[in-house]
């Protein structure tokens, strides 16, 4: 049964490992058996991040870093560095980040500032999963 919908960020087949962005959709009983650790966070509006990868965690390897938003929202740009693609994410969103490679992604808080919650959950959703 599937109960949610994930925004995932993930690096395409390309030599490039360029930024991509796709739907999953699972069910939220799955995702809590993956999480490592839970951290609520608040950011200011504007606050920004240029270009940067879902790094493999130093403990537990390969890693989805998954944020829920709760408050305001934040945008993510993916694809070629020179034709990034913005997507604007609002409250009741689930966006995951398992690019670990390539380029890629950047990300900037929407005017209201972002509420949100990042859990870091064990391997990576879009391979690591039968």
Partial sequence: MTDCKI???YCDDTPE????????????KSIETLVL??????L??????GLHNAAPHAEHGRVTYL??????GFSV???????????FFGPGSLIAFQDESGPGH??????EG???????LRGHLLHDRA
Avoid: K, M, N
């Avoid at 944020?67 to 305001?72: D, I, P, S, T």
């Avoid at 950047?106 to 005017?111: D, E």
């Avoid at 972002?114 to 870091?120: A, D, E, N, Q």
């Fill in 67 to 72: 944020q829920q938003v709760h408050r305001g």
């Fill in 77 to 87: 740009f993916v694809g070629p560095p020179d034709q990034l693609r913005e997507t």
């Fill in 44 to 49: 200011p509006a504007g606050e920004e991040r």
């Fill in 7 to 9: 925004h995932v960020v």
């Fill in 17 to 28: 490992h360029f930024s991509q962005l796709c739907d999953l959709d699972t069910d939220w």
């Fill in 37 to 42: 650790s839970t951290t609520e966070q608040e």
């Fill in 106 to 111: 950047a990300s900037r808080v929407g005017p």
């Fill in 114 to 120: 972002v509420t949100r919650t990042l859990r870091v």
